[in-house]
């Protein structure tokens, strides 16, 4: 089985940044995936095959987009808890009500939009981590994936390569031979900067 979550919601242009749309943010990029992937577990489990989840995510919910400490320590434990990403996504929410979310560090650009993929990474290595020992037997596999600066209606068009190229590189990726399947992986479309232009590339250290 298969589940590609590819649906995601941002309310901002590209040299804008709000809250204003944060619970609908939160909701489709977090909540949304989280939910299905729960909904849909008993049929993976009854899968003999490997279940390859992959959460199209963004480096912009890469952990050192994280301004809050506190924050960011929970979120880099080891054995950090799918509970205290909820509780954080919440405390977001409760920040950005009472008006205080720029004094406690979330991340600066495209706050929302950021912290809902901060949740949805943090959300997907937990989980691969869970059922990582079950690779092979429960089969499982869960990873992120950055398409980039791609040219869709999020960005108006426009972008440094095709919907057409990020939908084949997640392909090739979720399509991997079943030995070769990774998991609690984040990946991305490398840039010409990172001298792999348009290839896939391995950014887990910032998950
Ligand atoms: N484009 C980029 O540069 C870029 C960069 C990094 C990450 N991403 C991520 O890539 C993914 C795809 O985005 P995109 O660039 O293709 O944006 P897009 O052109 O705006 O497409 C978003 C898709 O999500 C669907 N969607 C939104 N809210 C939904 C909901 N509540 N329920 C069901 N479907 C919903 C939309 O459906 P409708 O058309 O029916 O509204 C649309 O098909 C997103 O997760 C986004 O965060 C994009």
């Not at 977090?30 to 008993?42: H, M, Q, S």
């Not at 890469?62 to 909820?86: G, Q, T, W």
Request: hydrophobic share 40%; proline share 4%; with cysteine.
């Amino acid at each position: 089985m298969m589940q590609v979550n590819n649906a995601g919601v941002s309310f901002n242009e590209l040299d804008e940044n709000s809250v204003e749309h944060a619970e609908i943010v939160m909701k489709t990029n977090f909540y949304g995936p989280k939910l299905l992937i729960e909904a849909l577990y008993p049929l993976f489990r009854r899968s003999p095959s490997i279940t390859r989840i992959l959460n199209i995510s963004s480096r912009l919910g890469s952990l050192d987009k994280m301004r809050n400490a506190e924050m960011k320590a929970v979120l880099e434990r080891e054995n950090l808890l799918e509970e205290e990403i909820v509780e954080m996504a919440s405390t977001f929410l409760r920040d950005v009500k009472n008006r205080t979310w720029e004094s406690k560090g979330w991340p600066s650009y495209w706050t929302e939009y950021a912290v809902s993929k901060l949740a949805l990474n943090a959300y997907s290595r937990v989980l691969a981590k869970k059922y990582s020992s079950n690779i092979g037997s429960s089969n499982l596999s869960v990873n992120c994936f950055c398409p980039g600066f791609t040219q869709t209606s999020m960005t108006n068009g426009k972008g440094v390569h095709t919907a057409n190229h990020a939908a084949s590189i997640i392909a090739s990726l979720v399509l991997l031979p079943p030995h070769q399947l990774p998991t609690g992986k984040f990946f991305s479309i490398g840039s010409k900067q990172e001298k792999k232009s348009r290839t896939l590339i391995d950014i887990s250290s910032k998950l």
